[in-house]
């Protein structure tokens, strides 16, 4: 069983992804992480991001172990990831892991903006998480305030449609909704009702 969520930064999907995952006792990849990990070891290596070649051998050389990096979390590595992920190469470069990853018995959960549409176009479940810009920038800005970040809500919102921009409007893969995938706007849906809608809809199909 294979669980496709794709969406925006900040829509929720990556909590709903590891909810759905621990329920279910599935594996759960946040791909994001990927593409975080190969931005850190392209400017660790003192390379810029947009140097195909430096992104392509880093997303070559990628060790799973290093995800659980803490400096993958931030926004700052969020940006990066997304000017990294523009590169076709590199793309490519991370779907054999990817795949490997979704077909593990007895089912995986992965979140990202390509699940549905590129890595994983046969997935038994495909959801794409949304929310307004702003409903976003808003979580966002007050995570920060909870760890005492002095960033401005206008910033938060100016970051967030930035990186929407970067990651819908490149060439390959953008993130998009697969046709087939269902709609899930948590602009006025707390995790505990997305959750439920979620688990309802893999009811319906693991009975089918
Ligand atoms: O989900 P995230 O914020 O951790 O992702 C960081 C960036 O990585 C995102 O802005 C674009 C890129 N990404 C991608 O292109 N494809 C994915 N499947 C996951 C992330």
């Known amino acids: 069983m294979i669980i496709a969520i794709d969406g925006p930064a900040a829509s929720g999907k990556g909590t709903l992804a590891k909810r759905l995952a621990d329920h279910l006792g599935y594996a759960c990849l946040d791909t994001g ?3 975080r990990a190969v931005a850190r070891d392209v400017a660790l290596r003192g390379f810029r991001l947009e140097d195909t070649w430096a992104a392509v051998s880093a997303a070559r050389g990628l ?3 290093s995800f659980d990096d803490p400096a993958l979390r931030g926004t ?4 990066a990831a997304s000017i990294v992920a523009k590169i076709p190469a590199v793309r490519a470069a991370l779907l054999a892991y990817q795949r490997d990853f979704a077909a593990q018995p007895p089912g995986a959960v992965l979140d990202g903006r390509d699940i549905g ?3 994983c176009p046969n997935a038994d479940v495909k959801i794409f998480v949304t929310a307004s810009p702003e409903i976003r920038a808003r979580r966002r800005f007050a995570e920060f305030e909870a760890r005492g970040a002095g960033v401005a809500y206008e910033t938060v919102l100016a970051d967030i449609l930035a990186r929407d921009a970067r990651d819908a409007g490149r060439a390959d893969a953008p ?4 046709a087939d995938a269902m ?3 948590t602009s006025n849906l707390g ?3 997305a959750f ?3 688990v309802g809809l893999i009811k319906r199909k693991i009975s089918h």
């Open 191 to 193: 995790i505990e009702a």
């Open 117 to 119: 549409t590129v890595v």
């Open 63 to 65: 060790v799973p172990a």
């Open 196 to 198: 439920d809608a979620v």
């Open 175 to 178: 993130m998009a909704k697969a």
């Open 183 to 185: 709609l899930l706007d």
């Open 33 to 35: 992480l990927l593409y």
């Open 76 to 79: 700052a590595a969020g940006d």
